[in-house]
């Protein structure tokens, strides 16, 4: 009898046991499903604690903005060999005709060169007291403006190179000082002028020559 008894008993116990430990699992797997706390702003819960939240990375981009340099000054004009020079001089005796009736070429004041636009030549020569100076320049086909400045050549200390006098004419060919308003020169003593050439517009042959009276 007391066997019969313990054969009830422990299948009953084991019985318990099971039930005991369903509710421990049930328990447990409610607790997973229990919400996280609430966090401040700017953190996030990860499961354990509140941390801080990580911004998000920039977007990566597609190439460079940076802007390309600012091009470089145009620079000087490639001086003509004798040949050119008699093709872009051609028309530079009627012009003087025109804007310097009666004067006279004054030596070493030619200049002729292939330009791009903004690109310019330079010559110095030599100026005497009491004369009277007249500059007349040509552009061939291409250059649509053509400009001219006498340059003073010895500036004062500490002060740039005075531009003395331009041309006011616009298009391929320019007149500097024509006569009977030419550009004299004021001091008592010879002196040095430089005469720039500048296309200012267009690309191409251009010459220019001084004249003096």
């Known amino acids: 009898m007391i066997a019969s008894r313990r054969r009830l008993v422990l299948p009953f116990c084991a019985l318990i046991l099971v039930s005991a430990c369903k509710k421990k699992g049930g328990e447990e797997s409610n607790l997973g499903n229990v919400p996280p706390p ?4 700017g953190t996030t819960w990860n499961g354990q604690a509140c941390v801080p939240t990580t911004s998000n990375p920039p977007p990566p981009t597609t190439g460079s903005t ?8 145009a620079g000087k004009a490639t001086p003509l060999d ?5 093709a872009a001089t051609a028309g530079l005796g009627a012009l003087a005709q025109q804007s310097a009736p009666g004067a006279k070429p004054v030596s070493g004041s030619l ?3 292939n330009f791009q636009q903004g690109q310019t030549l330079d010559v110095v020569f030599s100026v005497q007291p009491g004369r009277c100076y007249t500059v007349v320049g040509a552009g061939l086909p ?3 403006n053509l400009d001219l400045a006498f340059i003073a050549e010895t500036p004062l ?3 740039s190179s005075p531009v003395l006098a331009t041309d006011q004419t616009v298009g391929p060919n320019a007149t500097l000082a024509p006569q009977p308003n030419c550009w004299k020169w004021a001091l008592p003593m010879a002196g040095t002028l430089k005469l720039v050439m500048t296309v200012s517009s267009g690309s191409g042959m ?3 020559q001084v004249y003096e009276k």
Do not use: D, I, K, M
């Open 66 to 73: 940076t802007p390309p340099p600012p091009p470089g000054p």
């Open 206 to 208: 251009a010459a220019a």
């Open 111 to 113: 200049l002729a060169g």
């Open 38 to 41: 609430s966090c401040t702003p």
């Open 157 to 159: 200390p500490g002060f």
């Open 82 to 86: 004798a040949q050119s020079s008699a």
């Open 142 to 144: 291409n250059v649509q």
